[in-house]
């Protein structure tokens, strides 16, 4: 472990054992009455309650928390103490010219995920006294920005770790950047002949590119380029395994997954090795049951299955040296510790426990030396290094005020409407709910055909937001919200206007309905007495987030304070720094967010890197725009328009100005 300290990053799962399995399942369920989990919040506000609120400390330990002053805390180093005022440190890169949505960094996070994941498996391997070693790679295609590739590489060194490709242009990096001696490579996805031939000519820059056969068409071509170089490649297998993962990704894997071989296949692989006298050179079997795996049962199972596979592969006469687990680590995103699809009900020192155990017995029972293991656990190393900070622009909200009083004279169904309203009361505001709702509907078909006026209508749907608001404060006081009220909390809830791109920054929250924390990072000392959901920048109406972490389900709105005009008012969205950056698009050409960098230092932090977001001109060149012709085209109808009068020249100047200006600034909004 190259001299490094690893005892105080074994403090996780310091109980568990080679079971690993804490019990927990899956999320509460009620069928016909739904936990009130809107509750008026106590008058008598604490950080304490925003923690409870927000779960802060199911999620983000050991990394966030709120302080005094009510204000988010990043700890990049964990549990050896040092924190940053995340609002603070907002505010500071803002007068750096730095404008929101801004995308913060935390190295020092990374280089702690790295750190506790060997220290978990080291633990493990002390434990059941297992005579082989672990080697972690990480998979470029989590999060292949520069920085941060090149800071794993750098933090890794200690404990050798690698990279992972699945492409030709990943391999690229991978190659470039992995210099740590001893390190793997890890060459997976579709290959062709130049692929194969660049993975084995690495290993003349001293590196260890190991090849994963994912398809029998792939033999053929290993073995050309094997005999056309004189290299013998190091060579794995990925197997299908009969296991399957759970939630979205369960899929991935199994007789179906889009990768790997199926047993027969892996029996054909060898017989093809060995007829070409090359079964010496397999020395890996790589498995993969999905990402974000919720249940520790699945892992072992997979494990168990992937042992034999091992065990059986090394009898057949393959050099067996390395099991690559895949991927699928999990992480909390909601701080439950369930098997929700949005959590995980196992930690880190569980996993190693889980594994470790399960291939050592397996290679026992059979006298087959154990495999240095491997993992790709992406999502857990590189999720909790970044948090995305955006502010809210506006917002809209039901009009709620009470209307002039009834007259006499005015239309039954908007006396209908008052009358329920006076009415409404603990006893029945379910019925009365029913009695609005059919009130409102009666006012929309009158209208429709001519007898209510567009006046009386508003009069009317007014009075009905009215009914459902004190319909609403009455549910809010029970203990339970039957089936036909749940929806009144969405329908009735603010809809906050935020400074984002979800399809740019949150792709996965809007394409597979992802779970990410958000939450204000200030005013945590105040009571949120806003239910909101968050829409975006984009003229879309997909562009929104209203589903927020529960610990009982997923909750539809979001607590949030009120605005205040002329202050701005922060939200956060952490743990998105797998996957979001790179799957992230240019809907309605919003481009890449503002980045930096930090890192904590003894006086405070240091701004490693600043990475400029994408400027209008950047966003159009990548649609075959070019701004100088774009100028010119603007330029010519403007002198066009004053030959015609239709311009003065200092409108045509100022619209020449705010054009070209605008094509060198961001693409969010700025004030």
Not at 29 to 54: D, F, G, H, Q
Not at 118 to 133: D, L, M, Q, S, W
Not at 360 to 367: D, G, I
Not at 453 to 464: G, V
Request: hydrophobic share 40%; aromatic share 8%.
């Amino acid at each position: 472990m190259g001299g490094v300290d690893l005892s105080q990053f074994l403090a996780e799962g310091e109980n568990s054992s080679a079971d690993g399995d804490n019990g927990v399942v899956g999320k509460l369920e009620m069928n016909s009455m739904r936990v009130n989990r809107a509750n008026p919040l106590p008058e008598n506000w604490t950080i304490e309650k925003s923690e409870n609120l927000y779960r802060i400390q199911g999620w983000g330990e050991p990394y966030f928390s709120i302080n005094a002053a009510g204000h988010v805390t990043v700890s990049p180093k964990g549990d050896r103490g040092g924190s940053l005022d995340l609002y603070e440190l907002v505010n500071a890169l803002r007068q750096r010219n730095l404008s929101l949505p801004l995308l913060i960094r935390f190295s020092d996070i990374l280089e702690h995920r790295i750190e506790r994941l060997n220290a978990c498996f080291a633990k493990a391997i002390a434990r059941y006294n297992y005579p082989g070693g672990y080697r972690g790679v990480f998979p470029v295609k989590c999060n292949q920005q520069r920085h941060l590739v090149e800071d794993l590489v750098r933090f890794g060194k200690p404990y050798q770790f690698g990279l992972e490709a699945g492409s030709k242009p990943e391999l690229m990096i991978a190659l470039a950047m992995l210099d740590t001696p001893g390190s793997l490579l890890i060459c997976n996805g579709y290959k062709d002949r130049e692929y194969i031939e660049t993975a084995m000519l690495a290993q003349r820059l001293g590196q260890t590119p190991m090849i994963v056969l994912e398809q029998i068409e792939e033999v053929q071509l290993v073995v050309e380029a094997s005999r056309a170089l004189g290299i013998e490649p190091f060579l794995g297998v990925r197997a299908k395994l009969s296991s399957k993962g759970t939630g979205r990704w369960g899929d991935s894997s199994g007789d179906r997954a889009k990768f790997g071989l199926t047993i027969p296949e892996i029996i054909q692989v060898v017989d093809q090795l060995r007829d070409a006298n090359m079964l010496g050179c397999l020395q890996l079997l790589h498995y993969h049951i999905g990402s974000q795996i919720s249940s520790i049962s699945v892992i072992k199972d997979a494990i168990l299955e992937a042992s034999k596979i091992y065990v059986e592969l090394a009898q057949l006469g393959a050099s067996m040296k390395y099991l690559d687990v895949g991927g699928g680590l999990g992480v909390d995103y909601d701080g439950s510790q369930t098997n929700f699809h949005a959590s995980k009900n196992y930690n880190l020192q569980n996993y190693a426990n889980d594994i470790v155990a399960e291939v050592k017995e397996a290679c026992q029972e059979r006298h087959v030396p154990v495999p240095v293991l491997i993992s790709e656990s992406g999502r857990a190393i590189a999720s909790h290094q970044s948090v995305l900070i955006f502010d809210v622009l506006s917002t809209s909200d039901v009009p709620t005020d009470l209307p002039a009083p009834i007259e006499e004279e005015e239309h039954q169904i908007i006396r209908n409407l008052w009358e329920t309203y006076k009415s409404i009361s603990v006893e029945n505001y379910q019925e009365a709910f029913h009695d609005a709702t059919q009130f409102k509907e009666e006012a929309l078909s009158r209208f429709n055909f001519g007898y209510l006026t567009i006046t009386q209508r508003a009069r009317a749907e007014q009075l009905y937001w009215v009914c459902c608001k004190k319909i609403l404060e009455i549910a809010r006081q029970q203990d339970y919200v039957p089936d036909d009220l749940e929806d009144l909390e969405k329908i009735m809830a603010s809809i906050y206007y935020v400074n984002l791109s979800v399809f740019q920054s949150a792709p996965d929250s809007w394409a597979i309905d992802q779970l990410f924390p958000i939450m204000p990072i200030h005013q945590l000392d105040r009571e949120p007495t806003e239910r909101c959901i968050l829409a975006d920048l984009t003229c879309d109406s997909d562009g929104k987030i209203d589903q927020f972490i529960d610990l009982r389900d997923v909750k539809p709105v979001l607590e949030l304070h009120p605005l205040k005009p002329g202050e701005p008012y922060y939200l956060g969205l952490f743990l998105a720094g797998a996957y979001q950056e790179i799957l992230g698009n240019l809907h309605n050409l919003f481009g890449d967010t503002n980045a930096v960098h930090i890192h904590l230092t003894p006086k405070g932090y240091q701004i490693e890197h600043v990475v400029k977001g994408d400027t209008m001109t950047e966003v159009l060149s990548y649609v075959q725009y070019d701004a100088e012709d774009l100028v010119e085209s603007i330029r010519r109808r403007a002198e066009l328009a004053l030959v015609e009068k239709r311009i003065t020249i200092q409108e045509s100047q100022r619209l020449l100005q705010n054009y070209e200006r605008s094509l060198s600034r961001y693409t969010y909004l700025s004030w």
